[in-house]
């Protein structure tokens, strides 16, 4: 009976052998800042105008502009999502990174999403894709009364939630993609880096000088 329960043990604890993909999605997976972009979306979608989809929102306006929609928004969000996904397929994917990703994933790595960015349009964006997602570590948009708020996912949350993520399996391969310096603590927690030239120039140097690899964010 003993030799029973510890080969149950044993089985249990290889079924949480997984490899996985720490993913970024901004200027990674897409070659743009999603986030403020898509809350200007909802805003003109909301008063019936055309998207600017080019517009131009910073990290630091994205918390007060979500602080400022009418909390019946969030019923939407989702019919939102699923939409501005279909626009970033078209006009931001970021083929090289994808073409990673879907390799990856052939050879039994689990793809995690980690990012600043939201779920809304993310899951849709990978499920047009026909790439499955394991988890989600996301911002978050959050209704308390009658009012929004952001629960933003960023630099070094991002590693508090790998953690807790990690602790209840066993992670013996980690492989992430990012382009931003402030994704600096998930890369170097994982086995393998790969740098996505983007914007951010400050990354690619630590890169260098990490000798990681470095693919075009094109």
């Known amino acids: 009976m003993c030799k029973l329960v510890m080969y149950m ?22 070659n743009k800042f999603t ?14 105008l055309l998207s600017i989809f080019n517009d131009k929102i910073r990290r630091t ?29 078209k006009k931001h994917i970021n083929q090289n990174v994808i073409s990673e990703i879907r390799n990856l994933t052939s050879n039994g790595y689990k793809l995690v999403v980690v990012s600043a960015a939201l779920k809304y349009y993310i ?8 790439v499955n997602v394991y988890h989600y570590i ?26 807790k993520f990690e602790n209840q399996l066993n992670i013996i391969e980690s492989v992430a993609y990012s382009d931003h310096i402030t994704d600096l603590p998930m890369l170097k927690h994982s086995n393998r880096v790969v740098v996505v030239e983007g914007p951010n120039k400050e990354l690619l140097k630590v890169a260098e000088n990490n000798n990681w690899r470095i693919i075009n964010g094109h």
């Open 9 to 30: 043990v044993r089985m249990l604890i290889m079924s949480n052998d997984i490899k996985v993909i720490y993913l970024d999605f901004c200027h990674t997976a897409v």
């Open 35 to 48: 986030l403020g972009s898509f809350i200007r979306y909802v805003q003109l979608r909301e008063i019936n």
């Open 61 to 89: 306006e994205v918390s007060e502009r979500i602080e400022n929609l009418d909390h019946k928004v969030y019923d939407n969000l989702d019919k939102y999502g699923h939409s501005y996904s279909s626009l970033l397929i």
């Open 123 to 130: 899951k849709p964006f990978f499920d047009m894709l026909d």
């Open 138 to 163: 996301t911002s978050q948009i959050e209704k308390k009364g009658n009012k929004l708020s952001l629960d933003f996912m960023y630099a070094e949350r991002k590693l508090e939630e790998i953690i």
